[in-house]
């Protein structure tokens, strides 16, 4: 039996080492990461001397995320031009690790290929625009048989990352839905403001859906309507409403993109303290979310809760 154990122990060992077949080398270190760290450098700072030199002739980078089966890839010459257009376009731009990841490097035993990729963040921010890039980027490099050009780049980035600040360009102004300063939406809210100062909770609330979301900024965490509720209740207790008077007035926004309903608004809450009769105005900036049935799907608030205590 222990014969037979020791056979199919080692029958075991020779298939699982039969499954495996090692087809190179992975490095931590290696001069081609030191390639990609100068090809870096001089990408960010625009050194057109210093790409050429790194870049083969037949260099070519491609967006390693297109469907696009026809896809031919940037040249050497047209990659130079994007460096210097980010260059010039982009301010504190740089490329770091993205950690913990490490770049790593692979000497492929077939076909004789040297591979880099790497893990790395990307920084900047639009001249024109003013809008921020902060993304991570995946990238393949393949280099020639001594790691001393860059032969080939597939590239992960999500460009998506890119399209705020296309849409931002000065030029492509969009309009984006409508403002109102009447709307029934708006009386919904006011419904809910002067329900609370008259003690009525329960009307207030019903103005919300049931799924309802409270974003409060003195809170840790997002609210569901019921714990909006009982936070409610413990506050309510502790101080009473005299007054809620509209600073300003109101307005209903309706957007286009992504058909957002939004009613802002801004209040002096004028409150006194039920133990000490401390009295404060507290003011409150609110953001209420509707869906197409007229109910509160999300509260935004915003106010120094410190007043409060």
Known sequence: MKKITLILIAFITFSMSAQKKKNGVVYEKHPGIVLIDDFNKAFVEADVEKLSSILHDDFKAYNALSS?????GTPKKNFIGQSKWWNANIDYLKITQDEPAYPDAIEYKKGGQIWIQTWERVYGVNKQTG???DMPIHRLYRLNKDATKIVSLMDYTDRSNYRRMWDAWPGNDRKNGDIYMNHENINTVRKVMYSFLNGDAEKAYSYFDENAVIDDINESKNLT?????????????EWSLDAIDESGYPDYLEYDWRQGKVVQSWWNFRMTNNKTGKKIVLKVFLLDDFNDDGKII???AYYNGSLLK
């Open 68 to 72: 696009n089966k026809d896809q031919k």
């Open 131 to 133: 809008v921020e890039l």
């Open 225 to 237: 309507l019921q714990e909006g509720i009982e936070r409610d209740k413990v506050m309510f207790a």
């Open 298 to 300: 999300k509260r935004n």
